[in-house]
């Protein structure tokens, strides 16, 4: 299998299980997501109204913003910021749209969040997938890991602000846009081994190959 998979999912949705398998049924590297954890989400110190138009703020707020995603993110490809420039969201979204491209130029791969939806969605060796299901059901799965409830529902509020957050700071962009995806898939609704099969399907017609 040649090509990308970006998949973008909600807390609770099982991203990073079906990223996994998804990764190893079509034989490519699987690229983790920026923001991974409720606890890096929450050490971001996000503003409580991220979702708002980012002409309403200064631009201070949003690079200091933009150096704690920098600083909680995992570099991908050759992309290096130098601390001798200051880091701006433009700047921070340039490099990491840099290292997507060299991802998707290069090896391909399952990209689990980073808004590879949007760097990359416009290539015909791409295919965008959305994993995400009502809220009470994602954190019941969160809950059936054997989180308790509480800290679910924290981890909810933290991480699915996070990721949202970076789509906006950086891309400009609202994770839930249904036009960003070519397959939108409830994963509390169906079993990460079946979301996986349907995303294989999809890909061997979107990336005309068929895989293993």
Known sequence: MQGVVTISASYGARGDKVGRALASRLGLPFIDRAIPTSAAARQLGLPEDVGESLDEHTPGRWERLAARFANAATPVGPEVLSSEVPLTPERFGSASKTQLEHVADTTGGVILGRAGMVVLG??????????????????????????DEDTARQGQRDVDGAREAYARVFFNARQDDPRLYHVILDSTALSPETCVDIIVRAAEHRLGAVAP
Do not use: T
């Open 122 to 147: 416009n290539r015909p060796d791409v295919l965008c997938v959305r994993l995400d299901g009502p809220v009470e059901a994602r954190i019941a799965q969160v809950v059936g890991l054997g989180i």
